[in-house]
């Protein structure tokens, strides 16, 4: 249980306590991921539903297995082919689908703050998958369960997070994680791309990627939308990829053993060069797999909301 | 009606009064000010303001009333019902509607209207360009004689800089007085509030202070270049606050005004994604609320305007990003000037008044705003020590959209007589 909260919105309002407890129960999940056969109890009778408005592959996908090796009823709703194209409002969509008996609701919008307005209206459990430029938590919660993996630890470690930080959900939720549980988060990028009062959240800012990659533990590389050039925040993809882009050569300015990460789709050639991509310090893929582990622990944690906890005495 | 206002302390800056005396209306005509007057006659209604202050009604310079094309999220009736209960007696309301009032018809529907009702005086504005468009201007002359007081292109910046030098020179010919909606719309690039932390821990777009300040600035030059006079409308930044007290020191006519909102709150009031915080300007940070005050204190900025802008329920609760702008002002602006200006020390309870009154009638060349005998009867009475708690849903207007819902704010409007009528009686519209 994370503090019998209904929902999970986001790691900027959630305590590192209930970080790693989520952290914790995914080691379980991935154990069982690991099995031939992934079917568990878990979610039995309950019913998941994803209400996406913005295009996703692997976020979407990921849920979708996590509930139904979690035996859970499961059902997705596209933003377009539905009521939404029929100009109902977010709050009607989500009322409706609550009243089709649904326990958790997850979903992705491209406004901040989306899933903060329908959460207190229903009676489901609402999961974040991505709000606007706001928060991906479940995406930073994978981030930081394969960092432990593979590092042991948290507290103490540099991660560098580099690119477009302005946009991104992923790096605030990342930020909001990470800090909380002790490591040292620096980012960098074109100044176009860093928003303002960044160092008030308790990040160092650089404006350049090789000073932010300096000894870092980790390297973190998000994706750039390439329709941002159009808008003038940054010259052109070639001009990105030469300055801010990490390459074999750029990434030795991290500690030998970084991890390489990046939540996906990569625009090789971009963000990474694809030598790094593919290389031996990578762990996008892994990533992915934790993607799961960590979606089936947090569906089940909210799941269990009122019930009593074994563990207390 | 006849009414005698005994006792009460009558603050009047325009007329440099501020003395306990007494007023005595007859024929919605003030008809004698002094000391322990006894008129005679039968059905005089004596209202005991002792301990109390009596001044001129309020006058806001910037509203919307919504009416003709909104009437969803306000109309007429209920905006001046609204204005009364805030103690102001003259309101003048922003052409937005639909239709625009870019022509005659609308004045003249909008001001028969009010005046059949009579719960305040309503003086349109008139657009600046047709349609709000900001492409070519409005028949100004045409407005100016069916009775606007100003015209403005509220809610849209002139971007154009020509025909904004055009609108400033062709109007001063009118003697009409141009309200600037300072906004560079290439910088607010799709924003949705200050840009500064707030808007990065939330994750919303940011809108700089220079989107407004570049747009001040612009216009200070053309009105300078030109010899012409402008207003900045709600002004909300430091970089605003200096750049109108530099043209002034430079003799430029320029003239400004502020909102409640932007010395009572800052952008920290939209955590949480609260859509009542949500507005345009945008709420900006403690250090600009604190360059609104001393603007305040030291005269850069004229006048307190409410910006009243009422919505339905619907355009509030919503998505932060597609949520409308603006919140409702008449009934919370005077006592939030008294509670965060008055007892903070920031201004007296003349100056104050001043600023809702006299001043932005000046600005806009009206008649109101002070207390003469032989003039029409235009008061507001308060207590400055009476507490009371904001509650929304007892509001005259149709839009409950208020960031103070729950605030305890002190001096409550207690009279509001409007052309020698009176509208609210104890805190209660007739």
């Given at each position: 249980m994370l503090g019998n909260k209904k929902d999970l919105l986001g790691l900027k309002d959630i305590s590192a306590e209930d970080i790693k407890s989520i952290l914790h129960n995914a080691e379980t999940m991935k154990y069982i991921l690991s099995q031939k056969n992934k079917k568990t109890p878990h979610l039995q009778g309950r019913s998941v539903v994803t209400l996406f408005y913005e295009n996703s592959t692997r976020t979407r996908l990921s849920f979708e297995l996590a509930s139904k090796y979690m035996s859970a009823n499961s059902a997705n709703i596209a933003a377009s082919g539905s009521s939404v194209a029929k100009g109902e409002t977010l709050i009607d969509t989500a009322k409706t689908i609550d009243a089709m008996g649904t326990d958790i609701l997850i979903m992705r919008h491209s406004m901040s703050g989306a899933p903060h307005l329908i959460a207190p209206l229903v009676k489901a459990s609402v999961i974040n998958a991505g709000d606007g430029m706001n928060e991906h938590p479940t995406q930073a919660l994978l981030d930081i369960f394969t960092i432990r993996e593979k590092k042991g630890r948290i507290e103490g470690l540099k991660v560098a997070i580099v690119g477009d930080i302005y946009h991104s959900r992923v790096a605030r939720s990342n930020i909001y994680g990470l800090t909380k549980l002790g490591a040292e988060v620096c980012v960098g990028g074109p100044s176009t791309l860093i928003p303002e009062?960044?160092?008030?959240?308790?990040v160092k800012v650089f404006k350049s990627v090789h000073e932010a990659l300096i000894d870092a533990d980790v390297v973190m590389a998000l994706r750039i939308q390439l329709e941002r050039q159009k808008k003038g925040l940054f010259p052109s993809v070639r001009e990105y990829s030469r300055f801010f882009g990490v390459d074999e050569k750029r990434l030795k300015?991290?500690?030998?053993d970084a991890l390489v990460m990046h939540p996906g789709p990569v625009n090789r050639g971009v963000e990474f060069s694809s030598s790094v991509v593919d290389g031996d310090q990578s762990v996008i893929n892994e990533q992915v797999t934790n993607g799961v582990a960590v979606r089936m622990a947090v569906m089940y944690l909210l799941s269990r909301r009122g019930q009593v906890n074994e563990n207390s005495n | 009606m006849k009414i005698l206002i005994k006792g009460g302390r009558i603050i009047d800056p325009r007329n440099n009064m501020d003395t306990v005396t007494d007023i005595y209306i007859e024929k919605g005509i003030i008809s004698e000010i002094g000391t322990d007057l006894d008129p005679e006659g039968l059905e005089i209604e004596v209202?005991?303001?002792?301990g109390k202050i009596v001044a001129p009604g309020l006058v806001d310079m910037h509203c919307h009333l919504r009416e003709p094309g909104f009437e969803y999220k306000e109309d007429i009736e209920s905006g001046t019902k609204s204005a009364a209960m805030g103690g102001f007696t003259s309101v003048a309301c922003m052409p937005n509607t639909n239709p625009v009032i870019d022509n005659a018809a609308v004045v003249k529907y909008i001001v028969s209207k009010a005046e059949s009702l009579g719960y305040a005086n309503v003086y349109p504005i008139g657009a600046i360009s047709k349609g709000l468009k900001g492409e070519e201007l409005a028949e100004i002359g045409e407005l100016k004689f069916a009775g606007v007081v100003g015209i403005s292109d509220d809610g849209r910046p002139v971007s154009k800089s020509g025909l904004m030098r055009r609108a400033l020179e062709y109007a001063s010919m009118f003697d009409v007085t141009v309200i600037s909606h300072c906004e560079d719309m290439d910088l607010v690039n799709d924003g949705h509030m200050n840009e500064g932390y707030m808007s990065t821990y939330l994750g919303l777009r940011g809108i700089t202070r220079a989107a407004e300040e570049v747009m001040v600035s612009r216009d200070i030059l053309i009105a300078e270049a030109t010899k012409t006079g402008v207003h900045i409308a709600h002004v909300s930044t430091r970089g605003s606050v200096d750049l109108v007290r530099q043209a002034k020191k430079r003799g430029v006519r320029v003239t400004c005004e502020t909102c409640p909102h932007y010395f009572t709150?800052?952008?920290?009031?939209?955590?949480?994604?609260?859509?009542?915080?949500?507005?345009n300007p945008p709420l900006r940070t403690d250090d600009d609320v604190e360059a609104i005050k001393e603007g305040l204190a030291d005269g850069t900025i004229d006048a307190i305007a409410t910006d009243h802008a009422p919505h339905h329920i619907d355009e509030k609760n919503c998505e932060f990003a597609i949520a409308a702008n603006g919140i409702v002002g008449f009934e919370t602006a005077l006592s939030l000037g008294i509670t965060y200006l008055v007892n903070e020390g920031v201004l007296s309870i003349n100056q104050l008044i001043e600023k809702m009154s006299a001043n932005p009638a000046d600005i806009l060349g009206l008649n109101k705003g002070s207390l003469m005998v032989n003039r029409p009867a235009d008061i507001v009475i308060f207590d400055t020590d009476e507490e009371y708690t904001v509650n929304v849903s007892g509001f005259e207007s149709k839009g409950k959209n208020s960031p103070y819902d729950g605030w305890k704010l002190k001096g409550r409007v207690q009279y509001t007589i409007v052309n020698g009528r009176i509208v609210v009686n104890q805190g209660i519209l007739l």
């Open positions: 009062g960044m160092e008030q959240m308790g300015f991290a500690k030998p | 209202i005991d303001a002792r709150l800052t952008d920290k009031a939209v955590d949480g994604f609260n859509t009542n915080a949500k507005m």
